[in-house]
């Protein structure tokens, strides 16, 4: 069965940083690219960014390109998002999912708030 | 960046009726592999999106065949043959053709 179990999320203040992490598991996870989407509180579904199977290609949206970096490692079948310089705006659930073009099984989400 | 514009963005549907969801991009989703990148997901009040359709028409695992995608190009849709109870949310369409990857606002999906 696949899973994915994002963790990292909380309260964190602006300008500050975090680091969530998706645990992988029930697939070869080295064989699929992944992506990290959010939503904010009440808001729709928005992509943050992908990383390809073999990390070789990652892919920002335009809102956290250069504040947010997308990395895995597929010893430990983890993908990571650092994300520095925190802004109000970044406040949402965010998601991992496995896919980057057909996104089929995403984890439960894990929350994080940008807030003084 | 590929706009995607859902319509409409609210749908009360009576239990039993059919429902139908429009998606429309601002280029064609068609990719250079010849493939189309549009998929559907639904999201259940307090739950994950989950993946309905992917590549235009194909069901996934364990969809009722209750939902359909249709479309091609530019102008897809998502319908629903009887609406269940279960079927209430909020759909969205994404496409996966381009970079970056977007989403459409999404639809409620209510009972009436």
């Known amino acids: 069965e696949v899973q994915l179990l994002e963790s990292g999320g909380g309260l964190v203040q602006p300008g500050g940083s975090l680091r969530l992490s998706c645990a992988a598991s029930g697939f070869t996870f080295s064989s699929y690219g992944m992506t990290w989407v959010r939503q904010a509180p009440g808001r729709g579904l928005e992509w943050v960014s992908s990383i390809s199977d073999g990390a070789g290609s990652t892919y920002y949206a335009d809102s956290v390109r250069g504040r947010f970096t997308i990395s895995r490692d597929n010893s430990k079948n983890t993908l990571s998002l650092q994300m520095n310089s925190l802004r109000a705006e970044d406040t949402a659930i965010y998601y991992c999912?496995?896919?980057?073009?057909?996104?089929?099984?995403w984890g439960q989400g894990t929350l994080v708030t940008v807030s003084s | 960046d590929v706009v995607m514009t859902q319509s409409p963005l609210s749908l009360p549907v009576t239990l039993g009726q059919p429902a139908s969801i429009s998606c429309r991009s601002s280029q064609s989703l068609v990719y250079s592999d010849g493939n189309t990148y549009l998929n559907w997901f639904q999201q259940r009040p307090g739950q994950s999106p989950r993946r309905l359709i992917y590549r235009v028409s194909n069901r996934d695992s364990g969809v009722p065949d209750r939902f359909s995608g249709s479309g091609s190009g530019t102008d897809f849709t998502l319908k629903i043959s009887r609406v269940e109870a279960e079927d209430v949310g909020v759909y969205y369409c994404m496409q996966g053709t381009h970079w970056p990857r977007t989403f459409g606002q999404g639809t409620k999906v209510e009972i009436k």
């Open positions: 999912a496995r896919g980057t073009a057909n996104p089929a099984y």
